[in-house]
């Protein structure tokens, strides 16, 4: 049948990533949603613009929940950039905007019947992608945040550069919140076919050690931020990734934003990506230093997590 | 050699074009100018945290004219979004600013010693073409401005939904300005193996007009100009398609911004580029009608070129 | 849903098929029928060692009809290249091949409730879909032969060589059989904005004509075939740009083999390509001249199918 | 500039090469070099057949030396299939025939001046890449063998069979001889964020055990060449991604053939790629025994290419 995708709220992020899938050639069908009808129509037709000159043809369709039921996947990008940029330093201020939204928009994806995989970008990604799933009742399987892939991305930009070597060739992982509590598990880091740790001990690269990297890896984030207000492009990048994984049932493996049982939460933890969604859930050999911090990160986000739903009922 | 593109206006359209150059993996290296250096900083620490997961891999630099010397294409994106905004029926309300830029930028991408092709994305695109040559002195064959590509696509855009065909099976092309002053020149249209007014006169398809078409061709530039205040996925694809051309010296026939010589002046009307610009124009058997309308946009944009030559020099 | 193509046959011409598919990244589940286990055995494993470094992830099958059942698109790619190869001037060598793998592979075809497009690659090609529709009762419609979608993309290819063009700046048909009766269809060949007529009238390619750009393009069929005794990059390209068009429900216009009802029989004509097959038949206004060539091909396929029907029944 | 590709050998595993660097649009000149003139033109005539449907626009030469002087990169793809399916479990059976071509080939390479890198497909590619290095007398980081790239690539599909996930997320190299002293260097692969070993102590995929998955790649190589006498699809794979790393600059890791100064010869080892071919080769930490199999796989290269140089000099 025909690939079907849909993505909830196209404003810096959505749009982006709408235009990768559209670049790209994803899907036959994108089904665009978004409250604001007059910038929706507008990326619509510069989309269609667009497609004249591109390799792909893809039908665009917007604001038409019941388009959903049988879409592939849904992506969650929605997000209140002017009140995120308010207080930069606090993925949580965007909070109270984005639970607004996911308290409107996972009903309605419920009742379109969708049964595809929910991937959320939308911030703060694990509360999202918690509330998400309780909201729809998917199985927690099939609703993945993003969570620490850019994360992970961005610590491999930093390492990457300390290091002159291509990103793509830095293995290991951010883990816990996509947010401020998360944290670089340098056990998992390799490059050059050695933990980074090692090569660092080494003294080949006299200027690079793992704070500098560290560092460079967060502030990025912010310089991003603090340029231009929002960040779209790595964030579209890691989307992709995800999303082509599930479509394709690659069983790939990426960190992202999935249940983890025994903190009872989603955090950013690497799993095994395919058509369902989480196929399995990496064990992996944390330092204890590491442990605390991801326990830490969890505490925070099931706390964030729990007022919120608190919040919700009162 | 290295595969190397500079993008002179890193905003919306200049970031979008530098997106899709990266996601395509068009180039080994692009060079980004831009005067606001934290938005541009911004950007290309997206673009970088973007790379991890993306399959090609390119090396940005930024605001650094001299990397321009080997460029193989230079794009001039710069513009002026909010004031464009405040008179959005009128491409020249930017034209004060984009004509500063270009009389900064021009020679000192001339001093850079850039002998590639530059693309001018830039409103109002034929007289920034123009005075971008005069200025850099460049053969005026290797000066191309994107002039009516877009609209042309937009053309094919409103056609094809018109008939329910694919965008890309509609032939022809808009002439002229890329601005007010620009038509369709209905005689080169063909659909479905004839011209489209005979195709029309024929009567399977009663909605479908030619007015209608026309209308819904420009107010879909409305539409998104009003819905988000600029446009970007359209030019792109169309400045990577004029791009593409000139990198592979396809000898692709394309509607551009180039220089006309029956009537003097830089125009939107078909050629054949190549890795040397424009290799040949095309001599259209055009109906008295377009010729008279191709005039009078010529005689406008001459115009607004000598008027802005002649303030330059006072 | 996942995207599923299926390939009958996997020789020379389906296993290249199968590479362009794997490498573009279009399904993400390929079926693969071969009657040479050894040889489909070694491209599936040649396949899985080549996705560790390609961009996409493609789960294969082999030979298991059961799984054509939910398949988007299937392609007959089957033939016998030797017996092709010692007559190589008449397709009609391959046909007692051909015709016994039709016969074997359509009857499975349809016991797997196969609903989607049936694309037809295999020699004689009108001939083949007519029987493959006839035997699977697909409608007519969703049974589409390449036809001389190949032939028409030689004609731009010689024409696109004689004027220093792209090809793909070419628009125009070869009509008829995808055989020894097929035309180039003159009058509908434009290049330059011109119908080609007037362009070699006008006298600035004083070097081209058309018969020696219709030799060209016939020859070039021979250069392949006795330079390597098959043919299978350019008839791939031609595969995968109908398979586009389907997947993608695009309403592209392609010259393809597909019934042509006032001849009565499946040819190479121009229509209308999307999710359901063909979507509309284009209306050409031929010469006298080229009515009678259509004419003339269709009269020899419908002959062959006839002939090779009554066999059948004998 | 513009980018320009040179092949050596057009056979089945080079003109599978061309043909995945003309759909992914890799390069604007490709040159293609091949004793078999018929061959060659059947190859290119369909390759230009195929280029009408294709995203990009590729300019084919063919057998000319003298355009290779500015060529980015040149691969050498000659080999002689009959020979080495006589005897398949010998790589160096196909020795005498790819050495007289290397011979012939390397002298024009040097005598056009090539400056550019040299990726070495042909077999047996240890002992031909150092052949070709000293013959060209380019610089040994410049002249790089596809070598255990591919025999990596094997060990990943193997090993990604056994687990059931993504080829593309084992990590680790097989290192030494493109050939049968090659070995898995087991240290350092890992899966699912650990050593592979420990995953398979761990229990929890009983039937997996590295002796399966050394066997299950190694037969995948020779159920190929059984399967079709030649491989092709995994090998062109295999070469783009290097091919690609070197023209992006990326500074990718990948194993590949490089001269290893501790055992003084071309081998498998893991290297960073880039413009200027091999950038930094990796110092990994193997264990006792695979050092022992690194130097027995070295000394068998070794002998190799002495005993070719020598009846080269007798």
Not at 4 to 13: A, D, M, R, S, Y
Not at 111 to 125: D, E, R, T
Request: hydrophobic share 40%; charged share 25%; with cysteine.
């Amino acid at each position: 049948m025909t690939r079907k995708i849909g993505i909830l709220g196209c404003g810096h992020v959505g749009s982006t990533i709408a235009h990768q899938i559209i670049i790209e050639g994803i899907t036959d069908t994108l089904v665009l949603i978004d409250p604001d009808r007059d910038k929706l129509s507008a990326d619509l037709l510069d989309f269609q613009d667009a497609q004249v000159n591109l390799s792909y043809h893809t039908k665009l369709i917007a604001n038409d929940y019941s388009a959903l039921s049988d879409a592939d996947v849904v992506i969650s990008a929605f997000g209140n950039i002017t009140k995120a940029w308010e207080t930069p330093t606090d993925r949580f201020a965007e909070f109270p905007y984005t639970k607004k939204y996911v308290e409107e928009a996972a009903p309605r994806l419920k009742a379109s019947a969708f049964k595809g995989v929910l991937i959320v970008v939308s911030n703060p990604c694990d509360v999202i992608t918690s509330i998400f799933q309780k909201i729809t009742e998917l199985p927690k399987d099939q609703v993945i945040g993003t969570g620490t892939l850019l994360d992970s991305s961005r610590m491999k930009r930093a390492t990457a550069a300390a290091l002159k070597i291509d990103p793509r060739s830095v293995i290991g992982y951010s883990l816990g919140e996509h947010g401020n509590s998360q944290f670089v598990a340098w056990s998992t880091v390799r490059v050059l076919g050695k933990p980074i740790k090692k090569i660092l001990k080494e003294g080949a690269y006299p200027n690079a050690d793992l704070e500098r990297i560290d560092h460079d890896s967060k502030m990025g984030g912010h310089i991003v931020f603090f340029g231009k207000h929002y960040t779209n492009y790595g964030i579209s990048a890691a989307a992709l990734r995800l999303l082509k994984a599930v479509l394709n049932d690659a069983h790939e493996e990426l960190p992202v934003s999935n249940y983890y049982q025994p903190l009872d939460t989603y955090l950013g933890y690497p799993a095994i990506i395919g058509r369902k969604g989480i196929i399995e859930q990496l064990q992996l050999d944390l330092s204890v230093d590491e442990r605390t911090k991801l326990k830490q990160s969890a505490d925070f986000i099931k706390d964030k997590t729990k007022e919120a739903l608190k919040k919700n009922t009162e």
